[in-house]
């Protein structure tokens, strides 16, 4: 028994030495300019993936080709980035206003521009985070086209298997398939990748799209096309950065623009003096949990008032979202879209212009119009970003010559989270957040407590939490360790520690806010990585997401008013 501890404890060390080398590795090619993901320079960076063999990545140091991690990758990386041979991440440089088209990501808010066959640029203006994301799925990209060229490469030379041949056919005259057609390329790709016929078939719904049903096949061919080209020439991929994204990175330069855009509403409004609650949390939760009841009463069922909420997280009811919105925006709630580069829009609510005796809270009589509390709720942040957002937002606001101190009497944040011990929808409540790969960490006064959450109908736990480099780096080994070592850590994320390093610096060492500001932290769980099948790669939350955010939620409004 002694000996297999020391074993899982050398595993744990071995995961944490890798991911300070991927993370040194990243540093320094970021500086370098430019890298061959596939070459030598790229080499440190796919060792320590390898050695790592993140849960996110499942079976990545296996001969089989992982397929949960390659749509989850995918889904956030633009569409054709398989086709591109040179990858340039940029600042934002002014793409958006030439006649390139923005690609999106589905799962990740970042513009992406298909320059020609050839290259992809990707904007990145949410720090070194984004950059870190970015390297490490494209890392995981490149590895498993190499081993879909190991599969299909007959000899060193350029020759293929049959299999291949069939899929090269079917890609490269766009050629649209029947129905059993499709089972029969399948079929051949489940050999290719190694997989089993069910296994693939899934992946290639999943990836499918309306108007390119077989997209899966174009991205398997593109990725060990590139990979063959790569093997049997001297035609490497390559990853560019920018000259402006490398001057401009770790300067704030979009979280400034950011703050001084709201701080701008909140002057035109009046609301510079006012109370200000700031909530980091997604967009539709507070205003919904203020206004959707007083708009929508007949659609809560059963006195459930997450019957409701549930439905307005329903894609389908987009004329009910748009009544909560167009009411909300004539009784006190003001939308500010970002256009500075950060992504992370923001609403501003003055609850002088709420009917609060329509509402299901109360706020205190006593209390002055110019006493009554403003919330900003701004959008998720991303890693160092939250830093970033947040140590920009409580500066002090110049205009005039006239310095204006706002007025922070709380922050709170929201957010999903990795739990180490429960499942997909529990709640999170932090007590501190433990930087992981440094000796820093943050314990605060939390003012959400564990048993304010009696009988809400979700699980709860309580305790530290680790804020992670990056979430697809955490394999089971380095998270056991921080669950079972006397940390006693609860879950893992990426923002925590970012934004209580700024709320600390503004209130204790700046004196840009009070000291006495109040600090509320909650997260509920997207997903165990310490269970088989739990991962982010296995797929959202749904609807078990949608009561713990508005319990959440609830509890927050609860304290402000």
Known sequence: MEQSKIKGRTRAQESSNAIERLYISMRHLFSRGFYKPMGISGDALRQALLVLRPEIYGSIAEEKVELNGLI?????????????????LTAEEGYSKSHFKAIIPPKRRRNCFRIDKDQMNIEVTRGRSEIYDILTHLTFLFIESHKIADKVLINEDTDTNREWKKLEEIVLHNKKLSRDERDIMLAHMASVLGRTFEETHRVHTVLGENNNPDRFFQIIYW????????????????????????????????????????????EEKNLLDRPIHIISANMHSVMNSIYAPVVLPKQIKNN?????????????????????????????????KDTSGTIINVQVIDTEKIDFSKTRYTLDNSLQNDEKP???????????????TMDELLKPYKNNRKIHHLNVESVSIM????????????????????????????????????????GC??????????????????????????????????????????????IQAASKIRGNISNKVKVRYAY???DNPLETGSTLASGGLGTTGVRPTYVITEKILEQIF
């Open 72 to 88: 989850y990758v995918i889904e956030r990386l633009p569409v054709g980035i398989e086709e591109c041979r040179f990858i340039n």
């Open 524 to 526: 509920y769980a997207s």
């Open 223 to 266: 990725l060990g096309h590139l990979a063959i080209t790569e093997k049997t020439s001297n035609l490497k991929r390559a990853i560019t950065f920018s000259p402006v994204l490398r001057e401009r990175i770790g300067h704030h330069i979009y979280g400034e623009i950011w703050a001084n855009n709201i701080k701008k509403v909140l």
């Open 457 to 502: 109908g979700v699980a709860v736990c309580s305790g530290a939490m680790v804020t992670v480099l990056g979430t697809s780096l955490q394999n089971k080994d380095i998270l056991k360790f921080f669950q079972g070592s006397t940390w006693k850590v609860i879950g893992l994320e990426m923002e925590g520690a970012h934004y209580q390093k700024a």
């Open 304 to 336: 459930d008032i997450i019957s409701l909420f549930e439905l307005l997280s329903n894609d389908a009811n987009e004329d009910l979202r748009k009544q909560v919105e167009d009411y909300a925006s004539e009784n006190g709630l003001t939308y500010i």
């Open 415 to 454: 957010g999903k989270a990795g739990i180490l011990e429960g499942g997909k929808g529990d709640i999170m409540i932090p007590s501190s957040h433990v930087f992981e790969g440094t000796a820093d960490n943050y314990p605060f006064k939390n003012q959400l407590k564990k048993k304010l959450f009696d």
């Open 374 to 388: 403003v919330i900003i709720v701004m959008d998720y942040a991303f890693g160092e970003q939250a830093y970033e």
